[in-house]
């Protein structure tokens, strides 16, 4: 067990919704990363927060946004959803903001189905 | 750009047999570098790191070098066990963002 959580653990929805995908660090985690994994485009990092603040961003969609909130948790959401959506999506924390050093505890991810 | 490439997998090997994944990459500089595993159904755990050129990572008799001169992190094991069976990626920090190679799964027969 990392210490990360997310919920849900699956999510099933139709093309066109949108989606609330919910991270909580590890206790004392500053850092919040959330990733995306589909069988046609790997691992790809989206978004890093960092006590709350935006600190990098990766191949993020425009219909994709994040959030970290004062508690530390961290939130993705996804609109206007298409089939090439459906992949697991995971959380990762780490205590500082610099992921060159510090290693990276991830959660056991959300799949998301796109029907 | 930054890249990672790792050797395809599935690899496919008996128990005590040695171990070698290859993983090669691209980058400006020289970034800090990672092996991850992923135990089915599970995420991602860090399994050893390198920060710079010819250090050496190791954990749970896993090994890999920083090789400057070839732009590799080679994953080696002596004797590996069934429950090594995972899918492992190799991963470079650039500008504050982890890239990540494909992954190689691992299958591990008794």
């Known amino acids: 067990d990392s210490g990360v959580t997310q919920t849900p653990k699956h999510l099933i929805t139709a093309t066109g919704q949108r989606v609330t995908l919910r991270c909580s660090p590890r206790?004392?985690?500053?850092?919040v990363y959330w990733y995306q994994q589909s069988l046609d485009q790997g691992l790809q990092f989206l978004i890093q927060?960092?006590?709350?603040?935006?600190?990098a961003k990766g191949n993020i969609l425009e219909r994709f946004s994040a959030q970290q909130f004062p508690d530390l948790h961290s939130e993705l959401n996804l609109s206007s959803l298409e089939l090439g959506d459906s992949a697991l999506y995971f959380c990762?924390?780490?205590?500082?903001?610099?992921?060159?050093?510090?290693?990276?505890?991830f959660g056991p991810g959300t799949r998301l189905t796109v029907l | 750009g930054n890249s990672v490439t790792q050797m395809e997998g599935p690899v496919t090997l008996s128990e005590e047999a040695f171990l070698t994944i290859n993983c090669t990459y691209t980058?400006?500089?020289?970034?800090?570098l990672f092996w991850y595993v992923q135990y089915p159904g599970e995420g991602l755990q860090l399994l050893l790191k390198?920060?710079?050129a010819d250090d050496k990572g190791s954990n749970k008799g896993f090994e890999a070098t920083y090789r400057k001169e070839t732009t590799s992190f080679h994953l080696e094991k002596g004797s590996v066990q069934v429950s090594d069976s995972a899918v492992y990626f190799c991963?470079?920090?650039?500008?504050?963002?982890?890239?990540w190679g494909a992954g190689t799964k691992l299958i591990i027969k008794p």
């Open positions: 990762a924390s780490s205590a500082t903001s610099d992921p060159s050093y510090n290693e990276q505890f």
């Open positions: 206790s004392g985690d500053l850092s």
């Open positions: 927060y960092y006590n709350g603040e935006e600190r």
């Open positions: 980058a400006t500089g020289y970034p800090s």
């Open positions: 390198a920060t710079k």
């Open positions: 991963a470079l920090c650039s500008n504050y963002q982890l890239i």
